[in-house]
């Protein structure tokens, strides 16, 4: 191989990364990720920014504010992208 595969390499990697770049903004507009709970998905967390943990009324689970929003955000944005990988 010389360099005609690099170009489709790098616009491939560009494309994915449009993509999953949009799929995360996505989430972040839809959930209320320091909210909602990761394990169980109730939407049940503390408002205030300043309570940094919260224990979920829908399965007890003791969550870190940030630790929780980020693992909701991944299982969600994981979940659109492979809903999206289905289709195309
Ligand atoms: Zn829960």
């Not at 993509?19 to 967390?45: H, K, N, P």
């Not at 003791?62 to 999206?84: F, M, T, Y």
Request: charge should be negative; include cysteine; proline fraction near 3%.
């Amino acid at each position: 191989m010389g360099h005609a595969g690099w170009p489709a390499f790098v616009s491939m990697l560009e494309y994915k990364a449009a993509r999953y770049g949009r799929t995360f903004a996505e989430v972040d507009r839809f959930l209320t990720s320091s909210q909602t709970c990761s394990v169980c998905w109730a939407v049940d967390g503390p408002e205030p920014l300043s309570v940094r943990t919260w224990t979920c009324s829908g399965c007890a689970t003791e969550h870190d504010r940030d630790v929780n929003a980020s693992r909701v955000v991944l299982a969600a944005g994981r979940k659109l992208a492979g809903e999206r990988e289905a289709e195309s």
